[in-house]
């Protein structure tokens, strides 16, 4: 079976600019969350969705937007970068909407903001 | 205010040793508890979890985890390290009543030849 695919893998942009990541689950996984990794704050978790819905979010500003698709691929989007952007986003997939499940984790998205 | 603590930043083992690496937590209620591992360049792995039950958890890689009520702490444990295990560990905890998850800063393990 497939792991938890992401793209792009690197990404390079200037400030102001907006961008969309992309994430494919593993088949039949149907809950994706994102996270944000960096050297100074760690792992730090942005939204969850579970069937097209957004289940959970975390403290980061309305710039950082996401959705999920039928197919329960899910996409986020990030507007009017900032330079504090640059960072690591995780993408990670678990099996159902039960809290103790664990989540499998994409190789990420490098994104640097010049 | 929900934290989890990994108060080591780097822990270096010989090789063969036995391996500890400490988290502790302040979440209310019983929380879920999880230790996941990040080799270089990759995602994060996980290696074992405790929902409830025995207070020891044996995961992936020979790995086990203890869970300790009163000090609210999962400590991460192995009998024997291997080169093979260096990489970044991560604990992450997920209240059961607002489901929010939180990791920890992470914790560098260096084992020695």
């Known amino acids: 079976k497939a792991g938890v695919t992401q793209t792009p893998r690197y990404l390079i942009k200037t400030r102001g600019q907006q961008v969309t990541l992309s994430c494919s689950p593993i088949?039949?996984?149907?809950?994706v969350s994102w996270y944000q990794q960096t050297p100074g704050q760690g792992l730090q978790f942005l939204f969850e969705y579970f069937s097209e819905t957004q289940r959970n979010k975390g403290n980061f500003p309305g710039r950082f937007s996401g959705r999920q698709f039928s197919n329960s691929r899910s996409e986020m989007n990030v507007s009017t970068l900032e330079l504090g952007d640059s960072a690591l986003y995780l993408c990670?997939?678990?099996?159902?909407?039960?809290?103790?499940?664990?989540?499998?984790f994409g190789p990420g998205t490098r994104l640097t903001v010049l | 205010a929900q934290s989890v603590a990994q108060p080591e930043d780097q822990v270096n083992v010989a090789e063969g040793n036995p391996l500890t690496v400490k988290c502790t937590y302040s979440?209310?209620?019983?929380?879920?508890l999880f230790w996941y591992v990040q080799y270089p360049n990759r995602g994060l792995q996980f290696l074992l979890k405790y929902i409830t039950g025995d207070n020891l958890v044996k995961g992936s890689y020979g790995f086990e985890a203890e869970f300790n009520k009163s000090q609210t702490s999962f400590h991460l444990k192995k009998p024997s390290a291997l080169v093979s295990d260096s990489a970044l560990y991560f604990c992450?905890?997920?209240?059961?009543?607002?489901?929010?998850?939180?990791f920890g800063k992470g914790t560098r393990l260096h084992i020695l030849p």
């Open positions: 088949s039949g996984h149907r809950s």
């Open positions: 992450a905890v997920r209240d059961r009543r607002d489901d929010k998850i939180i």
């Open positions: 979440v209310s209620g019983n929380p879920y």
């Open positions: 990670a997939s678990s099996l159902a909407s039960d809290r103790y499940n664990e989540q499998f």
